[in-house]
């Protein structure tokens, strides 16, 4: 019996994040250029949010490009971002067409006025939509998200908006890039690698992490799958005691 047809959706995850590790490697171990990983990665992207529509998933966040990204070689930056313009052109009017409502986070203050009309379009294009969400996280850091949201914090205080004693959990999240999306249930990260790389680190508190072996390129419904069941048969507890425990 597939996964979609034998759903117990406490056991689902609504929101799945993904580290989309492995393009370099991926496009080493076959004697390519790392460029043939990134576009195969960018497929591997395609096929990802045609299987969690299917599988019926309400969040998708995918790490496409961090804060840290500027140090690779200069080529390859602007490979990438070649990639970003032709998935806007090719792919946003697709995704649009299935109501997925394409939301980006990550710092724009540091790119180029062309960079940040194109995030902008897909995001205006997309706002009214009601599937699923594709959470894009570019030139994206969670320290960064963090100590913008302090900052914010910091202004409304010195305004006189808000008393430091009330400040909350819920007045922080507010703040972050994620506001109004529930955290993620599930966070898969391929290639094998087993950290999160400034990812999401306020919203993970309670994410179920599962790491795949697979590169980026490789990944497909299947894996998809696999994860989800592995996600299945954990016991998520919060801080309380387990499912089993009288």
């Known amino acids: ?9 406490k056991k689902f995850p609504e929101h799945v ?24 990665g960018v497929m591997a992207l395609r096929d990802t949010v045609r299987a969690a529509v299917e599988l019926g998933i309400k969040v998708l966040t995918v790490y496409s490009f961090s804060s840290e990204n500027w140090s690779r070689p200069q080529a ?25 409502r394409i939301k980006i986070i990550g710092q724009r203050s540091n790119l180029t006025r062309k960079l940040v009309e194109m995030l902008e379009y897909c995001e205006d294009l997309t706002k009214d939509n009601t599937g699923m969400t594709l959470v894009v ?39 972050m890039g994620t ?43 299947d894996v998809l799958e696999s994860t989800i069941e592995e996600f299945r048969t954990r016991d998520r507890r919060y801080g309380g005691l387990a499912t089993s425990t009288g």
């Open 17 to 40: 994040a993904i580290i989309m590790d492995g393009n370099g490697r991926w496009a080493q171990e076959r004697s390519l250029p790392r460029s043939a990983g990134h576009k195969q």
């Open 76 to 100: 390859e930056i602007k490979y990438l971002f070649k990639l970003l313009e032709r998935f806007v052109r090719q792919d946003v009017a697709e995704l649009h067409s299935h109501s997925i």
């Open 179 to 221: 506001s109004g999306i529930p955290d993620p249930d599930l966070l898969i990260r391929t290639s094998g690698e087993q950290r999160l790389s400034n990812f999401l680190l306020w919203q993970c508190a309670y994410t179920e992490f599962v790491f795949v072996r697979e590169h980026w390129p490789a990944f497909n419904k």
């Open 137 to 175: 996280a570019f030139n994206y850091g969670a320290r960064n998200e963090m100590t913008s949201a302090v900052k914010a914090l910091a202004q409304r205080v010195a305004d006189g908006e808000l008393n430091p004693n009330e400040i909350t959990e819920q007045h922080i999240a507010a703040h």
């Open 1 to 9: 019996m597939s996964i979609k047809t034998d759903i117990d959706r």
